[in-house]
């Protein structure tokens, strides 16, 4: 339609106009809202595999096609139904669901519009007003999709769930069951009735962003956030800094973030506060790293006191209480922030030869009768005990448990990525243990396939189920050397789905059958949804990672 400033039509051209579209809406076949069910999901799929991702633990379905009312009312019930994160996601996914029906057409005044949708409201239903975010939080909900039975003026479907996030959970799904049909111009829910009923496997589900080697904008960790909502995993593992650059504010030591690459590539406390709640209204916790000793290297940028000396500047200066009282405030200024109980303190691939080289720490060292490793050990513990006086978790990364496990809290989770075999050993000896093994979930490794991704099992190796309960999850992990904004999304996407597939679904439906015929498809199908939600998922196919495609062809099938 033209602009309000711009002259107006001539009334002939308007009766010209309107005759030819009254003309054409007799011409035209009359659409339906019952279009034929071409599975779950709708196009891309075929056979009976349900084009969901991650697969619901158990589902049931029919054989009906049900329309959706692009006026879909939110109706809701229970203490926290009425919380403002379940009102918030239910605008974000009738504006996803529906993104192709708000589209001015000049047939639409003359095209018949359904007098009766079947779905014209979703009601949630959420008994508990709790919205507290911490590890084990009650992600389950059911979910009920079916034609109204004639009692109701409207028909509905029914989100259930004890906490808003399992109401989360479920309004993601209800969106991959809603198509758009481009024969009628309208949203479908194809092989309803659908029952669902669903919940994780795993309480931990993570994704570790780098941005120390790489500053990403606000604007994209929020994408990113979004992205991960769409596959249900749960944890951003923030890992903020590292030896290039240090690029968060911390007020009690205001020096810290000169070490930031420039001053444009900084995240103020705000930013940090803002990230944490945005993450928290998608149901994903944020997880800060702060690695020590090792990767530190930044730090001394605006307090060269930390390095040993000017030429070794890393590990951070183990001699100096100084050290340990600037690690004090600093994790007092982010505790603060980040609410979650668990926080990463690192602790990997430390090289003690500065401290044995630089005479005054090689002094230290000789004082109190330690070697090196010895001065590890008691660096990484007294990180732990400062992180634990401020009511956190410590995580660390496994080398910290495979050089001196009888030294660590016992409040430590192992956080595995250096190969197979350590989750067995750690949980062996009470510890809890995240899977991060680098052969399959370091997604910077770009030579490996999905289904490498996708058959890499957390309890593999575990056969005690008192032990297997100890593996809290897994996560990918996006190490920044070589992405940045311009190609972040596509390497995270779509192979982190395939983890995420693991981390959720029931362990005997991911791993039984032909990942090809039963997994594949579906994520063919899940990648192109990214797609269409403006996330830039590589094809899944390609022998590299975010490679571009090989050729034309159907996102379904690349």
């Known amino acids: 339609m033209p602009p309000p400033d711009s002259p107006p039509r001539p009334v002939l051209g308007r009766l010209v106009a309107l005759i030819l579209a009254l003309l054409l809406q007799l011409l035209l076949p009359r659409p339906s809202l019952a279009a034929s069910s071409a599975g779950a999901g709708g196009g891309g799929g075929g056979g009976e595999l349900a084009y969901l991702w991650p697969l619901p633990a158990e589902y049931t379905t029919g054989g009906d096609s049900l329309s959706v009312d692009p006026a879909l009312a939110l109706v809701v019930g229970g203490s926290g139904g009425g919380s403002r994160i379940v009102k918030d996601a239910f605008d974000r996914y009738k504006s996803i669901i529906f993104q192709h029906t708000g589209v001015f057409s000049v047939f639409n005044a003359f095209r018949k519009r359904a007098s009766r949708y079947d779905i014209g409201r979703l009601r949630i239903v959420v008994s508990s007003g709790n919205e507290e975010l911490q590890l084990g939080v009650d992600e389950s909900y059911t979910l009920l999709v079916t034609k109204s039975d004639g009692k109701l003026s409207i028909g509905e479907a029914t989100i259930q769930a004890n906490t808003v996030y399992g109401a989360l959970r479920g309004l993601e799904t209800f969106s991959q069951l809603c198509t758009f049909d481009y ?21 931990y589900r993570g994704l570790l962003l780098d941005t120390s080697r790489h500053y990403y904008p606000i604007g994209v960790i929020k994408h990113i956030l979004d992205s991960m909502s769409f ?5 951003l593992h923030w890992h903020i800094i590292d030896e290039q650059s240090f690029p968060l ?54 307090y ?42 690192g602790g990997d691939e430390v090289n003690t030869d500065c401290w044995t080289s630089t005479p005054h720490v090689k002094q230290w060292l000789q004082n109190h009768n330690m070697t090196g490793k010895d001065a590890y050990k008691y660096f990484v513990v007294r990180a732990q005990e400062i992180a634990i006086s401020k009511n956190w978790t410590p995580v660390n990364w496994e080398e910290t448990f495979n050089a001196f496990p009888q030294s660590l809290s016992p409040k430590t989770i192992v956080h595995n990525w250096l190969g197979s075999g350590v989750c067995p050993k750690a949980v062996a000896k009470g510890f809890k243990c995240i899977f991060s093994n680098q052969g399959f979930w370091y997604l910077d490794h770009l030579d490996v396939p999905w289904d490498q991704v996708y058959t890499a099992e957390p309890l593999e190796g575990i056969s005690d189920a008192s032990k297997q309960k100890l593996v809290i999850g897994g996560e990918v992990c996006m190490w920044g050397e070589t992405a940045d904004t311009s190609n ?6 779509p192979r982190a789905a395939a983890a ?3 981390l959720w679904s029931r362990r005997d439906a991911t791993s039984t059958g032909d990942v090809n015929k039963t997994a594949l498809p579906r994520l063919h199908y899940f990648r192109c949804l990214l797609n269409g939600r403006g996330v830039q998922a590589a094809p899944v196919t390609n022998q590299y990672a975010r490679s571009q495609p090989e050729g034309p062809g159907s996102c379904y099938d690349q």
């Open 249 to 302: 504010e911390v007020p009690t030591y205001p020096k810290l973030w000169q070490g930031a690459y420039t001053k444009w590539e900084r995240y103020t406390v705000e930013d940090a506060y803002e990230i944490v709640n945005f993450a928290k209204s998608r149901g994903i916790h944020v997880m800060a790293e702060v690695d020590v000793p090792g990767h530190a290297e930044s730090w001394g940028r605006g």
């Open 304 to 345: 060269p006191e930390l390095w040993p000396s000017s030429s070794c500047r890393e590990p951070l200066d183990v001699s100096q209480s100084s050290t340990f009282d600037l690690i004090s405030g600093l994790l007092s200024d982010m505790r603060k922030i980040f609410p979650f109980e668990l926080f990463h303190l």
């Open 183 to 203: 024969s009628t111009k309208s949203v479908l829910v194809h092989k309803a009735p659908w029952y669902i009923r669903d919940e994780p496997r795993f309480a």
């Open 231 to 235: 596959a249900k995993l749960n944890v």
């Open 488 to 493: 972040v999304q596509q390497t995270i996407w």
């Open 500 to 502: 995420a597939e693991r």
